[in-house]
């Protein structure tokens, strides 16, 4: 048995009862309809949620990058040295330095804090727990907050053309 109160369940909505057996009463004011055209179009919701791998992949992609040309992520803060980098090209040293440059744009038009969860979840690859307790913030906080930071840079993503959202 549960211990928890059970509260009773109304259906009842602006006050006028519902004819029993669905029959109407002759005081039951009959509903009013709007005619379809008079209703406005609701645009479609476009949800950013369902690229936010494809967001940190770009990340993924941009922390590659900018190690082969040599430049630090200016997103992590701390100083980090050259890392040993595999043998896979790129396919011009001036367009990977074009990449990271406007990646780099895209990060800085971010909320610090942002870039702060961007460069510690996705690039540092720390958890969200770890991350919380860097900061000093509760892990229920970097849970909210690192989507909307992720739904964020999206958009910024979408503008600059770097992320393109199929048709």
């Known amino acids: 048995m549960s211990a928890a109160v059970q509260l009773p369940v109304h259906w009842q909505a602006c006050g006028t009862q519902p004819a029993a057996n669905g029959i109407r009463r002759k005081a039951d ?4 309809l ?25 990340l993924r992609r941009y922390l590659y990058a900018s190690m082969q040309v040599g430049r630090t ?3 992590l803060g ?21 990449f990271v ?11 610090p804090l942002d870039r ?5 979840v ?9 991350t919380a307790t860097m900061l000093g913030m509760a892990v ?12 964020r840079l999206t958009e910024k993503l979408l503008q600059a053309r770097l992320l393109i959202l199929p048709a």
Not at 37 to 56: C, N, W
Not at 116 to 120: A, M, V, W
Not at 140 to 151: E, G, H, M, N, V
């Open 29 to 32: 004011p009959q509903p009013v």
């Open 34 to 58: 709007k005619p379809a055209a008079a209703q406005p179009a609701i645009a479609p919701v476009i949800s950013l949620g369902f690229y936010r791998k494809h967001t940190e992949s770009l």
């Open 73 to 75: 992520p200016s997103i």
């Open 78 to 98: 701390d100083p980090v040295s050259r890392g040993w980098a595999s043998s896979r090209t790129i396919r011009t040293f001036e367009d990977a330095v074009i």
């Open 101 to 111: 440059l406007d990646i780099e744009k895209c990060l800085s038009a971010l909320d």
């Open 116 to 120: 702060q969860l961007i460069g510690r």
């Open 122 to 130: 996705v690039l540092q690859e720390y958890t969200q727990a770890e």
């Open 140 to 151: 229920r906080t970097i849970s909210y907050k690192f989507p909307r930071a992720l739904d």
